[in-house]
């Protein structure tokens, strides 16, 4: 907890390089933002959290005992759900982290930097932020509905009030003293009714609590010599961090859903003899569409429509003014539009938040997330579009010159391949810097992350520690998906450990360091994500991809398994559809195979290429001088460790099959060959012990399962050539179900 990526040692080497005001200067507004998804890959039960919970605590007190009790425990706790969870089920299951972790970890970190930064003295800025996407999130997921919104918002609500309770409680027993005593049983007696009672009338804010308890403070100081008084200020803190929302509650929706519910709005208003839009709307430029959208006003009834997504998509929007009326602004004040393509989808969702009357200036930010090869190209055309638009700019003065932008790695790799999705999203990221930087704008780069390298996981905070000064880095946001919360975010002291590593990321390329990529290091990395991306693309469009990942992997087994309210694709079609297929299936069936394709195919016939042509000592010189480039190949290496062809290596003599596997398997040792010698290696991540340790203790447990997950699937592709083997069939899909949950577990992201 002391070392390298930690805080304390930050503030060390900013104090022995004389840079603490730098330090002290960078910290006055710089963030991280975790956003808790989700997705389909976290499934652990309350009880199972909990006895985690205790476990840890058993295994720092090397009490053997207990230990042994607790996995017997485990052992006998059913993690398998015998129904799909709803989006407030996933909600309530994330909530338990921000109570029993989050709530105790974050302020331990604020109060450090506080103390040991500036010297006590209070800071104007959370440093951490927590965002929330269970009941918000709505791309894809046809069960959150607009009450489901509004459930999740009160939960966060009582939750945090709860903790307060508690806290207050607490602290009663040591301000005994008059004046401060009363203070605190009014602040207890108006918590517990809250948390008791969800009052439809909000006469308690944040606000008027830390007036209460900055008065508290005031009386401890000047009458009681400031006894207790850091205590005090440890739950002031909270309340500052915390506020009355306890994480921003995101909304989101694809710009797809957006435009034809816009369309059926404006029709429906054009019906009812509305003079909003122009009669011949429709027909305009989208140009001449975006000027009118952005002038938009209005107060629309969600009763005169007719079509069942838009009364859904406006229903939302109200119910995020009712959010923030009752947990704050920062309750719910983000807007996110997945496969953002052109500024008039953001412009679209810009008029239907604008047609629900806000008051005094629009409380909220629009986020594009731009997610394909192509979109990430033509991010910056769309943000020019944006800023030069004077109402929309106007809009941005009034959130503080504030552009948050979101990025996907998860179907950036999906659409183009590993090298190339990471290298458009790196570009992506400096043309919006820099077209933000000529409008006078902060740019702030929300990333899509899931936890394996293939979904832009893997290496994550040395991934922010090198990029460069063309990249505007003044807050980091990310989401945290999957087994990745329990695992790096499950205890208060992996959670600290986590956040700091986070942070000091963040400190490390402003204050310290800036890795800046030469002219002659963009033409390598450009040429090799071309090639790379020109062989993912050949691989994707072979006429056996999608039948192959239908018939020989888990894919289809995903919808079935229980894990995660959303649906394991975006349509209802029969047939599968690439550009309908989620990332988190598609990454984890590679997974499921150990091929891992989305993390390395591509990149060796890159690589090759230079080797071919006697260049690939310039490889090598990149290799050591940038740590983009080595953070980037090392998580490639990592999707290469937790592959294991063995275990499909009966496929090679499939009669359909076996010549497409060859391709996958050539393109893996071509991959892990020029690895090794682009690092001066013998063994995969051998430069990272623990890493590579961490793997190879997991694999013990995977290996197993797979192989009676290969068997079953094997038995089942022979049942299926005749009839009336149904009942065999089932036996045997439930066997493919139940190693897919152990191996979600176990291999935690694995691709």
């Known amino acids: 907890m002391d070392g390298i990526g930690t805080l304390r040692n930050s503030k060390e080497t900013a104090i022995l390089s004389d840079k603490i005001e730098v330090l002290k200067k960078h910290l006055e507004d710089f963030k991280v933002r975790i956003v808790l998804t989700a997705h389909p890959t976290q499934f652990y039960p309350g009880s199972v959290l909990g ?15 207990l230990i042994k009790k607790l ?37 331990k970190i604020y109060n450090y930097i506080q103390h040991n930064v500036y010297d006590g003295n209070p ?83 944040q606000k008027i609590l830390l007036e209460e308890l900055e008065n508290a403070r005031e009386i401890i100081r000047n009458e009681h010599n400031s006894l207790f008084i850091e205590e005090l200020n440890d739950f002031i803190n909270k309340v500052r961090i915390f506020g009355f929302h306890f994480a921003t509650l995101d909304i989101r929706q694809d710009s797809r859903v957006h435009h034809d519910a816009f369309t059926q709005i404006v029709d429906d208003l054009l019906a009812s003899g509305d003079t909003t839009f122009p009669k011949n709307y429709h027909r305009l430029s989208d140009e001449e569409q975006v000027s009118i959208l952005s002038l938009i006003k209005g107060n629309i009834d969600p009763s005169i429509l007719t079509d069942e997504m838009s009364v859904k998509t406006i229903e939302s929007i109200y119910a995020l003014k009712t959010i923030q009326k009752r947990n704050g602004e920062r309750g719910a004040n983000r807007y996110i539009i997945s496969n ?23 409380p909220v930010d629009v986020i594009p997330l731009f997610e394909t090869v192509e979109d990430l190209e033509n991010a910056s055309d769309v943000m020019r579009t944006l800023y030069t638009n004077n109402p929309y700019r106007y809009h941005l003065t009034k959130r503080k010159n504030k552009q948050t932008i979101m990025l996907g790695f998860s179907d950036g790799t999906k659409d183009g391949g590993y090298l190339m999705a990471n290298w458009g999203i790196f570009k992506a990221k400096e043309a919006l810097t820099k077209i933000s930087r000529e409008f006078d704008i902060d740019v702030i780069f929300f990333d899509g992350r899931g936890g394996p390298p293939a979904r832009g996981g893997g290496k994550t905070h040395q991934f922010y520690a090198s990029l460069g000064p063309t990249i505007e880095d003044k807050e980091i946001q990310l989401t945290i998906q999957g087994q990745t919360i329990s695992s790096n975010f499950g205890t208060k002291d992996s959670s600290q450990f986590n956040l700091e590593q986070l942070l000091s990321s963040g400190i490390k390329n402003e204050v310290f360091t800036k890795d800046q990529l030469n002219d002659h290091h963009r033409e390598i990395i450009q040429d090799l994500a071309s090639t790379s991306y020109d062989t993912y693309v050949d691989f994707k469009n072979h006429p056996q991809f999608l039948s192959y990942l239908e018939k020989m992997s888990t894919l289809k087994y995903y919808s079935k398994t229980n894990i995660g309210s959303r649906p394991s694709k975006r349509s209802n079609s029969d047939t599968l559809d690439f550009s309908a297929l989620r990332a988190i299936p598609f990454v984890g069936s590679w997974s499921q195979l150990k091929q891992n394709v989305p993390g390395f195919f591509g990149v060796g016939t890159a690589l090759k290429k230079y080797e071919d042509a006697g260049r690939f000592d310039e490889i090598v010189e990149f290799y050591n001088a940038s740590d983009f480039f080595k953070t980037l190949l090392e998580n490639s290496m990592m999707s290469l460790t937790k592959s294991f062809f063995g275990l499909t290596a009966y496929m090679a003599d499939d009669p359909v099959y076996g010549e497409f596997w060859k391709v996958i398997y050539t393109e893996y040792t071509t991959t892990k ?36 997950q290969q068997f079953a699937l094997k038995q089942i592709q022979d049942l299926q050539k005749f009839e009336g083997n149904a009942k065999e069939i089932e036996v045997y899909e439930k066997m493919v179900m139940r190693s897919l949950f152990g191996n979600i577990n176990a291999s935690r992201n694995s691709a």
């Open 51 to 65: 006895i985690i919970t205790d476990l840890d605590k058993a295994i720092q007190n090397d009490d053997l005992l």
């Open 71 to 107: 996995l017997a425990q485990l052992g006998k706790t059913p993690f398998y759900k015998k129904s799909k969870p709803t989006p407030f089920d996933e909600a309530v299951s994330l909530i338990w982290y921000l109570e029993n972790v989050f709530y105790h970890s974050i302020p």
């Open 123 to 205: 800071i104007d800025n959370e440093i951490i932020d927590l965002g929330f996407w269970p009941g918000g999130d709505r791309d894809g997921n046809p069960f959150v509905t607009t009450q489901i919104t509004l459930d999740v918002a009160e939960r966060l609500r009582q939750s945090i009030l709860r903790s307060y309770y508690r806290d207050v409680r607490r602290l009663k027993r040591r301000f005994t003293f008059d004046g401060v005593q009363e203070i605190l049983s009014r602040i207890e007696k108006r918590l517990y009714k809250h948390v008791v009672r969800s009052y439809s009338k909000v006469n308690f804010s």
């Open 340 to 362: 953002n393509q052109s500024a008039l989808n953001v412009m679209q969702t810009f008029a239907m938040l604008n047609l629900c009357g806000f008051e005094n200036g629009l």
């Open 673 to 708: 060959r020029l690895l090794l010698k682009l690092a001066g290696h013998t063994e995969l991540m051998e430069n990272h012990p623990v890493g590579k340790a961490s793997i190879e203790i997991r694999e013990s447990i995977v290996l197993p399962l797979l192989t009676i």
